[in-house]
């Protein structure tokens, strides 16, 4: 018993003892090997590595909100590697932050020579030349980017880029290339699901951009006097947007009034008159196609349905008495009562009744029981 508790004993002492031993890291004694490259640097790359250095510095600073130390460390690697589209782009947002528009466009015109591929600084170079009144360098600028191979990958990006050469085109008084640029964009939103995937939108608003377009392209139709690309474009947006069928209903009338299309006019403009609009020129229209149509006739039998419902049970005697242009007959008796007393009243007074005019007689009211005159006083001679 004595020898096993020395042996436990004497081995805890030895852990004790060379405890920090254990702790200790081992430290190779050779250190490692430096691989070397076979060739010997040249200057090329090791200014390549410093301008790496220097992107990533300029990045550092962008982070942390440093803009003219980034755009300093930007420009020291674009100097060291000149040949690098990913440095003078970063440089973009920056220049274009501080107000150095032409600065902006210079960089862009190298990235887009270093990378003419590149649809999305492409897409900001329209917009500068836009901003500083070139629209033929822009609407160049957009095609060129709209051919590129990467923009089939990304359609959201396709139609901003459509919709911008239209608006340019529409600017410009194009008006036929305008429509088509809109087509395509267009035709990018039949597709609402990849536009959804892609763009994180709604398929809703997708269908709603849709009808937008179409009913824009409509218009540039109707300007360019392309009637019958119009009208379709018209129907195509109804279909997209059915709660703008109204408003879509009396451009499609004009339209085809335009084309001297009278009775499809007629037909877009009886549905857009059933949502009963609150302008009067639709009214007039109306009243404009049934004398082309030579309808006169019929004009005042539907101004009339207007003024009374259909479905009234009122007479037609009752109805033609109860328009305001009317006297009633009980008015016509009172006024003729107050002639024949003012031929004996000596004085003229201010009469206590209301006076009664073609405008008032359906407010009339009857007056109080205090101002009514006497019956036997009413066409005898005057109280002193």
């Known amino acids: 018993m004595r020898r096993i508790t020395r042996a436990i004993l004497a081995a805890v002492a030895v852990l004790i003892l060379n405890a920090p031993s254990f702790a200790q890291v081992v430290v190779p004694t050779d250190p490692p090997t430096i691989l070397k490259s076979k060739e010997p640097r040249t200057r090329r790359d090791i200014d390549l590595r410093d301008s790496m250095h220097k992107y990533v510095h300029g990045l550092e600073c962008m982070r942390d909100q440093k803009f003219h130390d980034a755009l300093q460390a930007f420009e020291e690697a674009a100097r060291l590697?000149?040949?690098s589209p990913a440095?003078?782009?970063?440089?973009?947002p920056i220049l274009v932050g501080l107000d150095r528009l032409s600065d902006a466009l210079a960089g862009c015109k190298k990235?887009?020579?270093?990378?003419?591929?590149?649809?999305?600084?492409?897409?900001?170079?329209?917009?500068?030349?836009?901003?500083?009144?070139?629209?033929?360098?822009?609407?160049?600028?957009l095609e060129r980017g709209l051919k590129s191979s990467a923009i089939k990958e990304r359609p959201e990006a396709a139609q901003q880029m459509y919709l911008e050469l239209g608006g340019l085109y529409e600017h410009t008084e194009k008006f036929g290339p305008a429509a088509d640029a809109f087509n395509h964009a267009a035709a990018i939103l039949e597709h609402p699901d990849r536009i959804a995937e892609k763009a994180h939108v709604p398929i809703e608003a997708v269908r709603a951009r849709a009808g937008e377009t179409y009913e824009r392209?409509?218009?540039?139709y109707k300007r360019a006097k392309q009637y019958d690309e119009a009208i379709a474009a018209f129907a195509k947006a109804q279909d997209r947007a059915p709660d703008r069928a109204g408003r879509i209903n009396y451009l499609s009338a004009h339209t085809c009034n335009d084309a001297g299309r009278l009775m499809e006019a007629l037909k877009h403009l009886d549905a857009y008159l059933r949502t009963q609009p609150l302008g009067i020129e639709p009214y007039e229209m109306k009243v404009e196609l049934l004398r082309?149509?030579?309808?006169a006739p019929a004009i005042v039998p539907w101004r009339y349905s207007f003024s009374m419902p259909k479905n009234s049970s009122t007479p037609r005697k009752a109805r033609k008495r109860s328009r305001p242009s009317r006297r009633s007959s009980k008015i016509r008796r009172a006024l003729k009562r107050i002639a024949a007393c003012s031929r004996f009243t000596k004085a003229k007074a201010p009469p206590a009744w209301p006076v009664f005019s073609r405008c008032s007689t359906r407010s009339w009211t009857r007056p109080?029981?205090?101002?009514?005159?006497?019956?036997?006083a009413s066409c005898s001679k005057p109280r002193a």
């Open 217 to 220: 392209i409509g218009l540039l």
């Open 292 to 295: 082309k149509l030579q309808q």
């Open 87 to 92: 440095i003078i782009k970063a440089q973009l």
């Open 111 to 141: 990235v887009v020579d270093l990378d003419p591929g590149d649809y999305s600084t492409w897409y900001v170079q329209a917009k500068l030349q836009r901003s500083m009144i070139r629209y033929a360098d822009a609407i160049t600028s």
């Open 81 to 83: 590697d000149p040949d």
């Open 368 to 376: 109080p029981a205090t101002t009514r005159r006497p019956a036997s």
